[in-house]
Nanobody, 119 residues
């Protein structure tokens, strides 16, 4: 069974940093685009950043210059380094990946990890 497992969320003060990780496991042949999304209560899940298989990146305007997405293909893992965090970054962050596995082409979501920015 292919799955995504996230880690790295938590409580941080404004201006602080966190690093999120999302590891894919299972019978994986290839991973295409990987991304991070976030959702607050009552709102839809929005894209934060994504990275292609050739490491082309894109970011939502509100995090440009503060967040960095990266990936380690050998570990089937995507990271989100979040610096200069603001209270408005508080959300549940979920990773997403487009995966080719022994079960075919899959679009998977992680379970989500809470990020809270508060003093």
């Amino acid at each position: 069974q292919v799955q995504l497992v996230e880690s790295g969320g938590g409580l941080v003060q404004p201006g602080g940093s966190l690093r999120l990780s999302c590891a894919a496991s299972g019978s994986i042949f290839r991973i295409y685009t990987m991304g991070w999304y976030r959702q607050t209560p009552g709102n839809q899940r929005d894209l934060v950043a994504r990275i292609s298989s050739i490491t082309t990146t894109s970011y939502v305007d509100s995090v440009k210059g503060r967040f960095t997405i990266s990936r380690d293909n050998a570990k089937n893992t995507v990271y989100l380094q979040m610096n200069s965090l603001k209270p408005e970054d508080t959300a549940v962050y979920s990773c997403n990946a487009d995966i080719v596995s022994s079960s075919g082409r899959l679009n998977l979501w992680g379970q989500g990890t809470q990020v809270t920015v508060s003093s």
